[in-house]
């Protein structure tokens, strides 16, 4: 059975999510998109605990696009945590962020990110940024294939 693999957006601004939603249909990037608004709620949903126990847990996001000022628990303990679980380590995860601090950019990639993109402040580049993302990790890039990461 094929399962159309969601991406996992972890934002709590919402009005960057909603601009991120309108980013990402602009761009024909038509997969489910799961919300997050903090670092507890992405992890439960990754690890189906919590409100999301009941979910299949071998379906796992495409990708996950990951805000670092998150409540509760911030990004980069959320990246540290996926990278560390078998599960969940393959994962592609692209940091989201308005940071530009090197410290921000060096502790992501240390965590174990993918990749750290600057939201830019025009939505146009914005929507044209989440394009080349969403382009790059759905399209071109291959994935290994397990029994965690239907495709």
């Known amino acids: 059975m094929h399962v159309e693999r969601p991406l996992l957006l972890v934002e709590d601004n919402p009005d960057d999510e909603a601009l991120t939603l309108r980013a990402l249909s602009r761009n024909h990037i038509d997969r489910p998109v799961v919300t ?19 979910r299949d847990a071998g ?16 990004g980069l303990e959320v990246v540290r945590r996926i990278r560390a679980d078998d599960r969940t380590r393959l994962l592609p995860v692209v940091v989201l962020t308005t940071s530009r601090e090197q410290r921000d950019i060096r502790a992501a990639y240390a965590a174990g990110a993918n990749g750290y993109v600057r939201k830019p402040v025009d939505f146009d580049k914005f929507t044209e940024a989440l394009g080349l993302i969403g382009r790059y990790w759905l399209t071109l890039n291959e994935y290994p294939v397990d029994e965690m990461s239907r495709s």
Do not use: E, N, S, Y
């Not at 997050?36 to 009941?54: C, E, I, K, S």
């Open 59 to 74: 379906v796992q996001p495409a990708l996950i696009l990951m805000d670092l000022k998150l409540p509760r628990v911030d």
């Open 36 to 54: 997050a608004r903090d670092g507890v709620q992405a992890l439960d949903w990754l690890f189906a605990t919590g409100p999301h126990a009941g």
